[in-house]
């Protein structure tokens, strides 16, 4: 069983940032949702992915949905969605992928975090 962690951080103010909706899909001929979830009070993720989900060369798109972050705090023009594509050749890893978002920019990174 894998696991997809993250943290997001709000760069303007430096607090994290919570209740962004997260989807994981894996893309192919017909995509398909493996999880959608909510980022908590903390701005963190953990989701776990069964191994008969993980098709090791298969692209995974983990999407954040920022846009209804922003216009919460009465920021518009933002972006609206930080797309991660990205492959999961150990069924058995943790693929942990934090994010700062700024409202017209974001910085992500793949951090081995075992």
Request: proline residues 4%.
């Amino acid at each position: 069983m894998a696991t997809i962690t993250s943290h997001t951080l709000n760069g303007t103010d430096g607090t994290h940032a919570s209740g962004i909706k997260v989807t994981l899909t894996r893309l192919g001929q017909v995509n398909e949702l493996i999880f959608e979830t909510i980022m908590d009070e903390n701005g963190r993720l953990e989701q776990e992915v069964a191994a008969d989900q993980i098709v090791p060369n298969a692209t995974y798109e983990l999407v954040f949905n920022t846009g209804s972050y922003w216009k919460q705090r009465h920021i518009l023009g933002a972006i609206p969605q930080i797309v991660l594509r990205f492959l999961m050749p150990d069924e058995n890893a943790k693929y942990h992928m934090p994010v700062i978002l700024n409202p017209n920019s974001y910085s992500v990174w793949r951090s081995s975090n075992d």
